[in-house]
Structures are given as structure tokens and as C-alpha cells.
């Protein structure tokens, strides 16, 4: 869920110069090295992970980057220490907002929900949705997620031992099943209204949007892929709202998020959604949930193919809590080994690999002047890499996720979820979604890898091309 920092991310604030005005600032940013007219800005949105991590290891955690235009226009800066973190999205959060690189693009597909608004329309947001992603509710999702798993398996089952798939492919199928039942108690792949297809086509626009931002057509030019992305839009809207409309008139209570939203009301000014809020936020929630937790499954069966001896240890752990069964939710607290592994991959695979943040106010952070209006590139790829927080960054080690082993980690040297009031909402199902897939699959399954695969930074962080693998039924 990273967005490339643009040079010409549009400036809606009066933009000061990064010159150090304040007395009380008494460090400067570094400035890595860029090209005649593009400055960084080509490296970073060509080479985004490779080259975060090496301005990082060559200059530090406080970089300035140029770019084309940059010193009239707006400044731009990569903060990779947990402390820079920490300041920018919980201790002052209130003087930062997502840049509208961001609510831009993601904004064209979930319009005004929770992951792209702000302000007090986000705040609303958020209190009518928070409700729904209490521990309680979470918790009872348990046994649709087992279901989902366990029709995967059965699927699998039919498969010759040794097949090779797309593994990716096939987490994506569940966890957009997951999120399609625990939302609206439908299966939306299979509905037979094509919406699966639309959303897949609608998220697709929104990477090249992101990836290319600014510098695509604008979306009234009568264009191939505008026009896809319409009809794709335009479905999606029509299913959703006649799925909110069925709602209102037959089935108000069902026990599923949209139920929930329906009757939920804002406790300070009383107010519910209207139909085109319901529409949003159902639509970003399902983009918010599936592609993610799809991700971090992924690159976890990755690591234990990768990592026999990890495959051991969580093979042994899972098959003595499970005895032959499938999981359930009190199996989670048998099972700390494959939460740590979970974790673990979160950790050097984070889905949401970058976030970015716009200064609302002239701001100082360890000593050094961030002007209003500035960019902020912060990374979980690279943070959660920093070797002065974590030995041996690139090793798989599970265990680093102990109780013992992460006291003494500052917070913000990990932070898969983001942190502060906009912390993935939906941090508690991930975890339990990704815990519960990785038992049901990983007790019946391990996988070979028939063909190395690098991380793809689109919108969340992907296996590129694929993930194909040789199917192993466990004996
Ligand atoms: C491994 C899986 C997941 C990861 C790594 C992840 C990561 C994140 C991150 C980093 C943010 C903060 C974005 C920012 O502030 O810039 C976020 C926000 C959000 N996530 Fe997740 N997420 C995951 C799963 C989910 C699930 C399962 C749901 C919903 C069911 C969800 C719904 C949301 C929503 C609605 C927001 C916006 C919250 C707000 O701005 O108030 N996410 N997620």
C-alpha cells in the first residue's frame, strides 16, 4: 500500500523552502546524489525497494530527496528511523495527512471511505466502522475462515501430488472468498455478476494509476483503459448497491460487516451512512482485506520453502495442536510458533511496504526543519531491515517475535499495520485470518518453489508474476 513519492505531488498548502529557519533545529537531511533534471525522483519510482534500502545503508535514516522543480514546488524525504516514525504517525500525527498521490488514485475506486478520506469525514468514518472490528466480532469469523480454507483443500485434494500452481493466485481466490462472506455473506467470485473480474480489473487501474501518478491521462479522456476501468467501477457500484438496497428492505440484522454498518450510528451526531457511504465503505474494505492478508500468506509459505528447518519447527508445532483437525480459535493459543512465522513475514514482506504522509505544518523532528507541505516517504521494507534494530535483517528467524526477544525493540521498528488513529483497522482479522489459513494449509500442505520470485512493489507487495509451486501433501 505504498505510493511513489512524486515530484509533483500537487501542493494545495502554501509551500515554504527546507531551509533551516528555526533556531532550534541544529541538524540538516542528507542529500543523496540524483540526475540532471529528474534528481532522485526516477530511481525511487523505477527501483523503489533496491534503492530506498541503499540510500538508506549510504546516507542514513534522514534523507532529503531532489527532484525536478522541487525547491518551488514541493520538498520530499525518506525518514526511516522508528523514532521518525513514531513522530509521524502517533505522537504528532495531527500535523500530517495522506497525500492526495494517495487519496487520489486509491480514492478512484473506494471513493470517500475510511482509507481515503480525512478530517472529520474520516473521523465519522471510522466511529461507524470501528464497532465491526471489535475483538469480539473478529472472533466469530473463526469458523468461516476454516470453511474457505477447507473448501481450498478440497479443491487441492483433487490434484496429483507434486502439481504445480500459483499459489498467489489461489490465496487471493481465498481470501477474497473470506472477505466477500464476512462482509456481505456472499460469495462474490462466484455470484455469477462478475464482480470478482471488476474488482481485479478496477484494482489493476489503480496500480498503474499509482505507479505512473501524475502522469496519467486524466480519466474523462475517452481512453481504452479509462473506459475499462468505468465499466469496472460502474458494476462494482451496481452490485454493491443493490446488495445494500436488498438489505434494507428484507434482512436488516444479518450478523456480517454490512449488517453491521447498516444499523451502526455515529454516537457523537447520531447519524448512520447513507447508501453511497455503505457503497464506499463496503467496496474499500474489500480491497483493504483481500490483496493484503493474500500477500502475507503468500510470502510466508515462500519463507518456510525456503527455510526447511522453520518448515520443521512450525510442521511439528501445528500437526500436534491440530491431531488431524482443522483449526479453530482455540488451536491460536497452541500455536505461537506459526504466529511468530506469521509475523516474521509480515516483517521482511510487508504487504503495505511504504507509507506516505504529507507535513500539514512547518514541523521539527530531531532537530532538523520539515517544512509545511512536505512529503514523507516512510518504509516498512526498509525499516524493518534496519540492522541497528534487527541482527541479521535478511534471515528468517521467527523467533525474534518471542515475548523475550521483541521487549526490548522500539516500538516503531515494526509496523506492518502503520500505527496511530489510522492503524489498519483490520489489523486483528489479519492476524487471525492469516494464522488460521497458514494451520488449515500448511498442516496438509508444504510447497516447493519451481522458480525463484522477486517482491513486485505495487499497491501492496506481491510475488512478481506469481508464485508457482509444486504442490507436497504432508504424510
Ligand atoms: C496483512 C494484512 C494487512 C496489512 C499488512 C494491512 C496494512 C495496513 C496499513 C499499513 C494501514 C495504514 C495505511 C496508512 O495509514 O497509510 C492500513 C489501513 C487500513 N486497513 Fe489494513 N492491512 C491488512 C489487512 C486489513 C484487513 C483484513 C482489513 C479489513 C477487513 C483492513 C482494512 C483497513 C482499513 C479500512 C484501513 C484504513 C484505516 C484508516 O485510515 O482509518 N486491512 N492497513
Partial sequence: MYVFLHYSDRPHYNMTTSKNTSPA????????????????????????????LSVRERFGDWIEFSAFFAPVTVRWYQLTHPCAVEHVLQKHQNRYRKPDLFNDSVGLMTGNGILTSEGEQWMHNRRLAQP????????????????CCDELLQKWQKLDDGSVIDLHKELVGLTFNIAGQALFGADLGHDGTGFGDALRDAFE????????????PPLWLPLKRN????EAKNQLDTVV?????????????????????????????????????????????????????????????????????EDRNFYDE??????????NLQMMEKTPYAKMVFEEALRLYPPAWG???????????????LPKGAIISLSQWVTHRHPEFWDKPETFLPERFSQQNSASRPRFAYFPFGGGSRVCIGQHMAMMEGQIA??????????????????????????????????????
Avoid at 132 to 147: E, K, P
Avoid at 205 to 216: L, S
Avoid at 227 to 230: D, I, M, R, T
Avoid at 355 to 364: C, G, I, K, N, S
Wanted: aromatic share 10%; glycine share 6%.
Fill in 318 to 327: 501445528v500437526s500436534g495442536a491440530l491431531a488431524g483437525q482443522s483449526p
Fill in 227 to 230: 473506459q475499462h476501468f468505468k
Fill in 355 to 369: 507509507q506516505p504522509r504529507q507535513a500539514l505544518v512547518d514541523d521539527e523532528i530531531e532537530g532538523r526543519h
Fill in 132 to 147: 465491526a472490528f471489535h475483538r469480539q466480532h473478529i472472533s466469530t469469523l473463526a469458523d468461516l475462515m476454516v470453511g
Fill in 241 to 309: 448497491l443493490k446488495i445494500i438496497e436488498q438489505r434494507r428492505h428484507n434482512n436488516f440484522s444479518q450478523n456480517d460487516f454490512l449488517g453491521l454498518l447498516l444499523n451502526a450510528r455515529d454516537e457523537v451526531s447520531g447519524e448512520g451512512m447513507n447508501d453511497q457511504q455503505l457503497k464506499d465503505e463496503a467496496i474499500t474494505l474489500l480491497v483493504a482485506a483481500h490483496d493484503t492478508v493474500a500477500a502475507a500468506l503468500s510470502w510466508t509459505f515462500y519463507l518456510l520453502a525456503k527455510n526447511p528447518l
Fill in 438 to 475: 497458514l494451520c488449515a494449509i500448511g498442516s496438509r500442505y508444504r510447497f516447493e518453489l519451481t522458480e525463484e520470485v522477486t517482491p513486485d512493489p505495487t499497491f501492496t507487495l506481491i510475488p512478481k508474476g506469481g508464485l508457482h509451486v509444486r504442490l507436497r501433501r504432508r504424510a
Fill in 25 to 52: 533545529c541544529t541538524a540538516d537531511f542528507e542529500r543523496p546524489p540524483g540526475e540532471f533534471f529528474f534528481g532522485n525522483a526516477r530511481f525511487v519510482n523505477q527501483t523503489p525497494l533496491t534503492y530506498s
Fill in 205 to 216: 487501474f489503480i496500480n498503474y494509476k499509482m505507479t505512473n501518478y501524475p502522469m496519467t
